[in-house]
Nanobody, 116 residues
Framework: QVQLVESGGGLVQPGGSLRLSCAAS????????MNWYRQAPGKERELVAA????????NYADSVKGRFTISRDNAKNTVYLQINSLKPEDTAVYYC?????????WGQGTQVTVSS
């Protein structure tokens, strides 16, 4: 079955960086676009970054452009989210996501907390 396992979150000071990872299994990873979402307390889940199946195309939410970078390693079945210049408003649970055969799959999420 499809499994997505996020890791790499933590507590970081404003201006710091983190690299989130999402390890995928149960499907042909290289055939599918992958997405990173986040959900802050009391807010709706929002799409922050997306990457095409081969990695040649990326898209970002306006709020993270220039600070977040999505990438993938199809040999490792892993998608990454490099987060730089972190702000307190980036505090959220970060999820990876794949849409496959009409279904949407989510990982369990990884908490990112930005605080001094």
């Amino acid at each position: 079955q499809v499994q997505l396992v996020e890791s790499g979150g933590g507590l970081v000071q404003p201006g710091g960086s983190l690299r989130l990872s999402c390890a995928a299994s149960g499907f042909t990873f290289s055939n599918y676009a992958m997405n990173w979402y986040r959900q802050a307390p009391g807010k709706e889940r929002e799409l922050v970054a997306a990457i095409s199946s081969a990695g040649g195309g990326t898209n970002y939410a306006d709020s993270v452009k220039g600070r977040f970078t999505i990438s993938r390693d199809n040999a490792k079945n892993t998608v990454y989210l490099q987060i730089n210049s972190l702000k307190p408003e980036d505090t959220a649970v970060y999820y990876c996501n794949v849409r496959r055969v009409g279904l949407v799959y989510w990982g369990q999420g990884t908490q990112v907390t930005v605080s001094s």
